[in-house]
């Protein structure tokens, strides 16, 4: 079974260039959205086994949306890792003590991007 993975960026190309990126796993099922609110109708409808988020974006921002994810009756249990170019030692201890359950530095390398995803999926019992 395909492994379930939304990812959450405001920046068309980044967000297209992470599907390519993602969609070289065969085991991935990506589906994408342009902001914090989109993402939290979608995780609830679709249910993903893991949530790569953006931490700026406008309006509602990475820390907000996994906030209001981990209050969320049916999107309380979904693992979410975020993707972002603040990864200084304090920051990254920050987001995991938020209850992110990653944090991939950005830019991201496009040939490595979804074996570092399936190695979360795995640290989360997520995947086979």
């Not at 991935?28 to 931490?55: M, N, R, T, Y």
Request: aromatic share 4%.
């Amino acid at each position: 079974m395909a492994a379930r993975i939304l990812y959450v960026d405001d920046e068309d190309d980044i967000r297209e260039i992470a599907q390519m990126s993602l969609e070289l796993e065969p085991e991935f099922e990506v589906h994408l959205c342009s902001s914090g609110a989109q993402a939290l109708d979608k995780a609830a409808a679709w249910q993903p086994d893991l949530i790569l988020l953006d931490v700026m974006m406008p309006e509602m921002d990475g820390p907000e949306t996994l906030r209001r994810l981990a209050a969320g009756d049916q999107t309380s249990a979904i693992p979410v890792a975020f993707i972002t170019a603040r990864t200084q030692t304090h920051q990254v201890e920050r987001y995991l003590a938020m209850g992110a359950v990653g944090v991939i530095p950005k830019p991201f390398d496009p040939m490595r991007l979804a074996s570092d995803v399936m190695q979360l999926l795995r640290s989360n019992g997520r995947s086979q």
